[in-house]
């Protein structure tokens, strides 16, 4: 499977990459660049050093291990994930909020995007990025100027707004996916509530692509006015300001009620005066029938044609990178490293979400029955240690039987209990 990556990374290189993907799903405890020698006998620890301190494009190595399996309807999702780090010279060390934890903790973030088969409802990741803290200047002294519109000024297109922090980092990023990934049917991205602004919407559609996030619940939405327009003076754009608890019934798409709770599904076309352009909105009431407490989330998309239920279920699929910085912490070693230089760390990242796809297609090719990381990595650790213990016995390695006996030991510690 490595080997479909030659024409993606030098013969050496490749080499490296399928000796430390194997003993990373071999080994068990922290998964670091020491741990990945110890388990891997062909490589020393200054060979994997120097690996990663290669110059590798993991953009275009893991599209190269997803374009054979993801499907058609495919939507380009990313979030960002902080890992806990204790010390004081790891690059772009700082305090960063996590979401588990529920506020900011002292370590790194890394901004991710993936992939997502909306058939198979599953994500692949594409490219990790790290992200830093920029730097506050020295306090200069703030000029107070008067109070109001200064004198001369004009209006400015908010079309053209300069982006700036993460705008401008993701976007850059979306264009060069793009350049890579040259998929036609490629047409939405699926951010969270950080982008439900109209610098999130200018830093998607300048890429070409429409963007599906959130907007605040206490949003200022207008409809679109359709009175008769005045003969002098500027055309009126905004109508009525749109009140959450009186939609009209002509926009409810759906109702349903199921277990006391009731949901109620509104979608139209509406304006915002800090957004350029006209959104997509679909509005979801839920209420609860007993205690009747209601509250109400607002998506919404940049494609106006777009139907409700599909901006929902894109906007739920989102998660689906959670599970890739799950499995990537929990089994990969993005939360276990060490490294403290800024290219190893980006090294280390993305071998670790690389690491997601490489071992779904693992599975893909294999006679296991359903998906889990636990399994595979018991059935790779029994494929080690099996031809060591029969070797002390004094047996004989036979290729054919060998496999047999891996099957068995490794079906001591399956969750399915299932090898094929």
Known sequence: MITELKSKLDKKSLKQLEIISTGILSMRGRVTMLGISRWSERISYKTIERFFDKKIDWLSLKWKLIERVIGKEIILVADESTVSKSGKVTHGLGYFYSGLQGRAIKGISFLSFSLVDVESRRAYPVFTKQLRKEKKGKDEKVVKRRVGRPKGSKN??????????????????????????????????????????NGGIQTVRRNGLHLISKLKKNSNLYFKFKGKQKKRGRKRIYGELIDYENIDDTYL????????????????????????????????????????????????????????????????????IEFNFRDAKQFFGLEDFMNIKKRRIHNFANLSMFMNTLSFRIHKESGFSNYSVNDLKSFFMAEKYTPEVLKLYGKKVDDILIHNTISRIANFSLIHGDTG
């Open 156 to 197: 400015k297109n908010s079309s053209t707004l300069r982006l700036k922090g993460l705008f401008r980092i993701v976007g850059w990023y979306i264009g060069i996916i793009r350049k890579v990934i040259k998929i036609p049917t490629l047409q939405y991205f699926v951010y969270d509530g950080a982008f439900g602004n």
């Open 253 to 320: 798409k759906i109702t349903k009620v199921e277990d006391d709770i009731e949901v109620k599904i509104y979608q139209f076309e509406a304006l915002h005066k800090k957004i350029s352009g006209a959104l997509n909105i679909v509005i979801i009431f839920s209420t609860n029938l007993k205690t009747k407490k209601s509250t109400h989330t607002v998506l919404f998309s940049t494609d106006l044609k777009q139907k409700y239920h599909k901006i929902i279920d894109y906007y739920s699929l989102r998660f689906q």
